[in-house]
């Protein structure tokens, strides 16, 4: 809009212009006549260079909003009882895929399937897998591991430097932590990262590689 309205100051200045060299040209009438005319286009071409209409048209840009995922959502839980995820947790579940949805199910109900650890963790287990976040505010990303090897391999109990150990923690209070990623698939191989390693499984082999800390350690799977 502002173009335009430098378009039109551009006009009618050179149309005032002309005015005066006509002016100049003629008689003293005519001079009189021209420069009275000069004097109203001038006075018009200021009125359209500082138009307010211009400048708050141009000034105005629309907004646009974007409707943010909801911190708290009810679901159909296994036995038909309801379910209320909520902070990152529902957040995740409402942006999660068709296809996310469907691997993990119906959530699971009581006290030790949901809750928050002593660390801030919170999580939900599902049929399929689980949703974790480091914490429950709700800008904190969460992720979904589903179950398969690579969950089973990250409950495997085990000792600080990642080896199994019937006297480890296993899950987000063993050494592998919260995950930091949801599952991704390359070719066969699929990987979940954690705080402290990952976890790969090869689709094709069934081979199992746990790294923590930079460091291979067995799987811990039969």
């Known amino acids: 809009m502002r173009q335009f309205a430098s378009h039109r100051t551009t006009f009618f200045a050179g149309l005032s212009a002309v005015t005066l060299i006509a002016a ?9 006549a021209a420069a009275s005319q000069a004097s109203a286009v001038a ?12 400048e708050t048209t141009a000034d105005t840009v629309a ?15 296994e036995r038909d009882v309801e379910v209320t995820l909520t ?9 999660a895929t068709d296809a996310q949805r469907d691997t993990l199910g119906k959530p699971l109900t009581g006290d030790h399937n ?18 974790i976040a480091k914490n429950e505010a709700p800008e904190t990303p969460a992720y979904i591991v589903t179950s398969g090897k690579i969950r089973d391999a990250w409950n495997t109990e085990r000792a600080p430097d990642g080896t199994p150990s019937l006297t480890g923690k296993n899950g ?51």
């Open 24 to 32: 100049a040209c003629g008689s003293d009438d005519t001079k009189d």
């Open 172 to 222: 987000s209070p063993g050494p592998l932590g919260v995950p930091t990623s949801d599952l991704t698939t390359e070719g066969d191989v699929q990987e979940v990262t954690f705080e402290h390693g990952k976890i790969t499984e090869n689709t094709q082999t069934g081979e199992v590689t746990v790294t923590v800390n930079g460091k291979m350690v067995p799987s811990g799977l039969s």
């Open 114 to 131: 949901a809750g928050t650890r002593e660390s801030g963790v919170v999580f939900q287990q599902f049929q399929g897998g689980v949703i």
């Open 87 to 95: 902070g990152p947790l529902a957040v995740k579940y409402t942006s």
């Open 43 to 54: 006075a018009s071409v200021s009125e359209l260079a500082t138009d307010p209409s211009d």
């Open 63 to 77: 907004e646009s909003t974007t409707e943010a995922d909801p911190t708290e959502v009810t679901i159909m839980g």
